[in-house]
């Protein structure tokens, strides 16, 4: 298993800035994509920035410019520093994480969850 902790959360005036941590620890090794996700009220959750291990990142066009996903994979974590926040920026942030493992010559892959910390933006 894999636990992921989200910190980092708030409440910010428009124009501001917020850095969200997420810290994972369990049976981290195997992780290689780690995700930050994003639901906004009456909204389906989406995907905000990717970050492979290998340091790849993506972003949704709706953040591009804004945020940057970095991760620090000596110590398990992943940020997301989230600048000139917008009220529509305002949702419950996810991180996300996949585990690939090889058993067997079987490649498994198991996605994990953490428990959102919400992020709310004031115009």
């Known amino acids: 298993q894999v636990?992921?902790?989200e910190s980092g959360g708030g409440l910010v005036?428009?124009?501001g800035s917020l850095r969200l941590s997420c810290a994972a620890s369990g049976m981290i090794v195997g992780?290689?994509?780690m995700r930050w996700y994003r639901q906004a009220p009456g909204k389906q959750r989406e995907v905000v920035a990717s970050i492979?291990?290998?340091g790849i990142r993506n972003y949704a066009d709706s953040v591009k410019g804004r945020f940057t996903i970095s991760?620090?994979?000596a110590k398990n974590t992943v940020d997301l520093q989230m600048n000139s926040l917008?009220?529509?920026?305002?949702a419950v942030y996810y991180c996300n994480a996949d585990r690939v493992q090889i058993?067997?010559?079987?490649r498994l892959s198991r996605n994990y969850w953490g428990q959102g910390t919400q992020v709310t933006v004031s115009s």
Not at 86 to 90: G, I, L, N
Not at 103 to 106: A, D, H, S, V
């Open 86 to 90: 917008k009220p529509e920026d305002t």
């Open 13 to 15: 005036q428009a124009g």
């Open 52 to 54: 492979m291990s290998d």
């Open 3 to 5: 636990q992921l902790v």
């Open 103 to 106: 058993i067997g010559g079987i």
């Open 71 to 73: 991760r620090d994979n």
């Open 31 to 33: 992780i290689n994509t």
